[in-house]
Each structure stands twice: as C-alpha cells, then as structure tokens.
C-alpha cells in the first residue's frame, strides 16, 4: 500500500557517505564535536535531555544510513546547533522503532510513498500514546484576534523532513542535479550569487507547483532565471507571486488556457476585473500583482521565446498608478505603552525596540545589523554604521550613547549564548539572526496581553515600518531640515521624506516662528558683534513637552508656548495620558538637577514651573480617580 511502484528501487538505492561520529551506531551528543565549544548553559540543556541514540536495534542498513546522512545534513550542512538537534532525538528514535515493526518488506525511504507514509506513521504515534499534532491559540490576526491552529509535533516533523530530504537525494541524482527540471528551486543551488537575500526572512525556496499549465510553468522559469541574475530576491518572488496568480485565475475561469500564446485581451480584462473587483488585496498589492504580469509579458516579447504572448496583452493604464499614502507612526500615547511594558519582552526584542525608536531604521536593518556596528569619531562620539536593505548602501548615523550600550550589551549576550564567532547583534541561534516575523510576534503579543490602545480605544497592530515613520515624523516637528532628515533616514532624495513634512506643515509654521525670528535676527546683525545673540552651553539645552523636546535657544527668551496648557485655567488633563504626565515630570526633574550642576539659570526656572504643573496636574487625576 505504501510502496512507490514508480521507482525501480533496488537500482536506485545508494549509500551516503559519513563523517566518523555519524559512522558509529551508538551516538551521545555529549561527545559530539561541536559539544565541547558550547556554553555551561548550552551543555547542561543537551544532558538534561535525552541524547542518545540507539542503531544497534536497526535491522535495515539502508534505512540507517539514510536517516544518519539527514542528521549529519541537518548539523553540519545547514550549521544547526547540536542544542537545536537534540530536541529531534525522540522522533529519531520512534523512527527507527517504526521501520523495525512496520517496513518489514521496504528496503529505503525511496521506496515509500509519501502521503500514505505519513498517515501509517500517523497512526503508528496514535496507537503507542503519542501525539501527530498540537494545537495552539497564539497567532494573532490583522484584527488582533486569536486564532486556532495545528502544528505537527517534532516526532512528524522530523518523520516528514527526512522522508522528503531523502526523495529529494535521488531526484538530484536521477536529474543530474539539473535546477531548471524541477518544480521547487532552492535559490543556494543556483549557479550564480542571488542579489538581495535578506538573513532576516530565510526563505530558500522558490516553487513553482503552483502554475499547474505546464507550458506557462516552463515560460515562468525561463523568465524568472533571467530575472534572479540582474534583479532583487525580492523582487523575483513577487514576480512569482503575480504570475501564480494570474494562473490559478485561469485554471478557475479558462481552464481551455495552457499557455501565455493563447491568451487575448478579452482574458486579461477578465482577470483585472477579478483582481479590482473581487480580491482581498489591497490597491497596492494590485497594482503589484498587475505589475509584475505585464513585465513577466513584455520580457516574454522581448527575448523572443516561443511561448511569448502574440500581441500587447497589458497597457499602462491597467496598472495602478502609485497612491500617496501618508506616514503612518505611533502618538505619544502608544510609545509610552509599550516602553512601560518593555521589561515583558525577551531581552533582546527589547534591545530592538529601544533601538529602532531611537535610530528609525528599517527592520530588516536592524536584524541584519553586524557585531561591528559600532564606530567612532575623532570626539569619541558613537555612530551606527549599517547597511541598508534597500539601497544596498552603507548609512552612518550619530546615535547616543545610552543606544551605543544598549547594543554593546546585545553583541555580549549573543556571544554569550551562541559563541564568540556570531556575525550579527541580535542573533537566534548561532548562525541567523532574529527575524523579522519573531520581533513582529513579540510585540503584538504584548499588546495584546497589556491591552496596548490607540486614542480610540483600539488594539495596536505592531508595524515595524511605523517606528521609522514616527522617528521621522518627530524630526519634522522639531523643525528639523529636511536634508538632514533625509541622511539620517539614509534616503537617497528629498522626495522620499517629504510626505512627513507635508502632513505636519502647518504645526512646523507655528512651532519654528521664534527659531526663524531667532535666525533672523542674526542674519540681520552680520558684522554687529554686540547685537548677536550669544550661544552658550545652556542653549543645548532642551525642555521636555508632552509630544517631543523643544531645542529653542534659552538665549533667545522664554518660549510663551511650550506646555502653555498646563497653566491655563481652561486646560482639562485626560486621566488616560496620566503616564505620559508622569513620564514628562521624570524627565523634568532630571532636567532641574541637571541645570543645579550646570548652573543653567533659564533652564532651571523653566522646567521648575513645569515641575509644578505637571505635580498639580497629576494630583488632580489621581484625586478624581480615588
């Protein structure tokens, strides 16, 4: 029943060679190479567990060494941790069990297959008290709702991977290791270096199963070759994702369709409207999806290829034009949320967080950020040097020192868990980074375990993206240049960052009035050294407001607006931005002891009246809700 008649078996079965541990029938991880240059930590979880694994009781050597070439794969090939390995040595070992009792008449894993291998070992777990699946509520939807679902457990896990690494041995070895044939490419085989894969998000795999008309399948490799060796990983996958699209449209509504010959403008009208009308997508994601068709055609056309489309399928009309979408960033209200609730993370999501409000670089960057990071210049003074994914440029940025620290200690801990070899700053296990998807889950998992809101009540739906917006969004506030926004954002052009100018122009006007006055005045007295007013080090310093730090000369006179509220009669607080009141206080207070030591006059009775307000201010909130 579980036999794959297709195979001729016995002239396909092979051995695979091993390296000397993986040759011994009988393996203690505790002796494994790698365990004498794991951590105390590390070495105490391996042999707390069970690590031993038993082949003497194996009674097919094929079997056996097939299973030994995976784990010797799975370790040495793709640089998993031993620790990492040890948590497969219950399905390793019920494996073995399996093919003892079951495969009495099976020789390799070539022979069986799959689907009905996988219910028999299914129930092979079911009937000796072992689970296939576990079910989990912990994914959050776009709604911040929990979901349901199933996930195998390690013992199918492992079952499942070593049966499909095993077919995939012999499909290289029938196929001559030829790429092209196959219908799921594994971009680390290609022939040539692929640009712009991201640590982050390993995704290896590019497939093709989906485009199930097999002369649009063949076209679609042709073209998407020719588009890895000049083009983005990215780029390419959304590429495949249009076209995946675009085939099951067929395959639903013009099953008559096996190849892009045959198709006219009449069908791809169908299509655009499926894609406008009744997809889930959203205007960008179509435009996209639109997009990377009419390209995959027009490349068609362009090399010529036999299968190309006969006439001009898509026009430029059909592709969405770009909508301006505004910044999106958090208030004031959210970031103080989710800083009080920091020490809920695992360290090091922490650390990134605190980094990515700080500096306002993508999250790709920031996963992808090397241990060597850190620089500095001639005053001492640190900079974050990184690269950036999307330019594929090098930005240096002046950061403080409390961030400098704060990734000191990340590269301290990684190598304290993972080695002193690690390659990145936050790392996951000794070879990847953190990923994307691990920071993004962290975070909306504390939202929705604290209850983070926004003004209107609703849960927070983590972005990373948005950390950058709202950085850039505080820098337009400030009154900051435009270009200066620009090269610590490490944009290539003002027109990327003006969208967070053009929201704010009219609070920019009002708040950067007596810094123009201030400006003006010195232009106006070039050559008068007794009209200018002086800076002096009390000018660096800033007074704390409710939404950012107003960095207005105190040389040039007391700011009249500045936290004008507070002391106006008719100002009444909201008791849900109580902590963001208490946040500004701390701050303030710091500021007054700063201007005690300093003696920064100005400075002193600005932030002791705002001491005073805020004390006032807090009182009555916490009065009211007594």
């Known amino acids: ?53 038993d082949f003497t009781a194996m009674k097919k050597d094929v079997f056996a060494n097939e299973i030994k070439y995976y784990c010797q794969h799975y370790i040495e090939n793709m640089k998993r941790l031993i620790t990492s390995f040890v948590t497969d040595v219950g399905g390793v070992n019920l494996t073995i069990k399996y093919i003892n009792e079951q495969l009495k008449e099976v020789g390799s894993f070539i022979e069986l297959e799959k689907e009905e291998t996988l219910k028999s070992f299914s129930q092979f777990l079911i009937s000796n008290g072992y689970k296939t699946h576990t079910e989990t509520n912990n994914a959050l939807t776009e709604d911040m709702e929990y979901r349901n679902y199933k996930t195998p457990t390690t013992y199918l896990r492992f079952f499942k991977n070593l049966h499909q690494f095993i077919h995939e041995q012999y499909k290289e070895s029938s196929q001559s290791k030829d790429f092209f044939v196959k219908d799921k490419w594994d971009i680390r085989e290609l022939p040539f270096k692929i640009q712009g894969f991201d640590p982050s998000r390993p995704r290896y795999s590019l497939s093709f199963e989906k ?28 590429d495949l994702k249009g076209i995946n699209l675009l085939c099951e449209h067929l395959n639903e509504f013009h099953p008559d369709i096996q190849s892009v010959a045959q198709l006219n403008r009449a069908v791809i009208e169908d299509y655009l409207a499926f894609i406008n009308l009744n997809s889930n997508l959203k205007p960008r994601t179509q435009s996209s999806r639109i997009g990377a068709v009419k390209t995959f055609f027009e490349t068609c056309t362009l090399f010529g290829w036999d299968e190309a489309p006969k006439q001009t399928l898509l026009l430029s009309d059909d592709v969405k034009k770009k909508y301006k979408v505004l910044p999106r960033f958090y208030d004031d209200n959210v970031l103080t949320q989710i800083n009080k609730n920091l020490e809920h993370l ?70 304290e868990q993972y080695g002193d070899k690690v390659k990145y700053v936050f790392m996951q296990d000794a070879i990847r980074p953190i990923s994307k998807d691990t920071f993004s889950y962290h975070l909306n998992q504390l939202v929705k375990k604290h209850d983070i809101c926004d003004s209107n009540g609703n849960l927070v739906r983590i972005k990373s993206h948005h950390f950058r917006g709202t950085l850039a ?64 080090e009390e000018d660096k310093a800033e007074i704390p407001l409710p939404n950012g730090r107003c960095a207005k000369p105190i040389s040039s006179g007391k700011c009249t607006h500045a936290n004008a509220c507070y002391t106006c009669a008719m100002f009444k607080p909201d008791p849900k931005n109580i902590d963001l009141f208490k946040y500004q206080l701390s701050e303030a207070k710091s500021n007054v002891e700063m201007a005690k030591i300093n003696g920064f006059e100005r400075v002193l009775q600005v932030n002791e009246d705002l001491v005073e307000a805020l004390e006032k201010i807090i009182t009555s909130i916490e009065k009211r809700g007594a």
């Not at 330019?391 to 190598?415: C, E, F, G, H, L």
């Open 346 to 415: 695992p360290v090091q999501i922490a650390r990134m967080v605190f980094v990515l409000q700080n500096v306002g670089m993508r999250i790709s960057e920031l996963c992808n950020l090397k241990k060597d990071c850190l620089k500095q210049d001639t005053d001492k003074d640190f900079l974050l040097e990184y690269l950036q994914e999307k330019t594929q440029d090098w930005n240096r940025v002046p950061i403080k020192k409390d961030i400098a620290m704060a990734i000191q200690k990340a590269i301290k801990y990684s190598q």
């Open 211 to 238: 485009i199930v008309q097999e002369k649009i399948r063949e076209i679609a490799k042709k073209y998407t070759l020719e588009r890895l060796k000049t083009k983005r990983y990215s780029t390419c996958v959304d």
């Open 1 to 53: 029943m579980i036999i794959n008649n297709s195979l001729d078996q016995k002239a396909n079965i092979k051995r695979y060679p091993l390296f000397d541990f993986y040759k011994q029938d009988l393996w203690d991880l505790t002796e494994h190479p790698q365990f004498n240059q794991l951590n105390e930590n590390q070495k105490k979880f391996i042999a707390n567990r069970k690590h031993i694994i």
């Open 473 to 536: 969004t505080k820098y337009a506030n400030l009154g900051m240049s435009p270009n200066v926004i620009r090269i610590l954002l490490g944009q290539k052009s003002l027109g990327a960052i003006r969208h967070y100018i053009e929201i704010l122009e009219e609070t920019m006007t009002d708040a950067m009035q007596d810094l123009l006055n201030y400006q003006d005045q010195m232009i106006q007295n070039i050559g008068k050294k007794e009209a200018v007013i002086q800076v002096n």
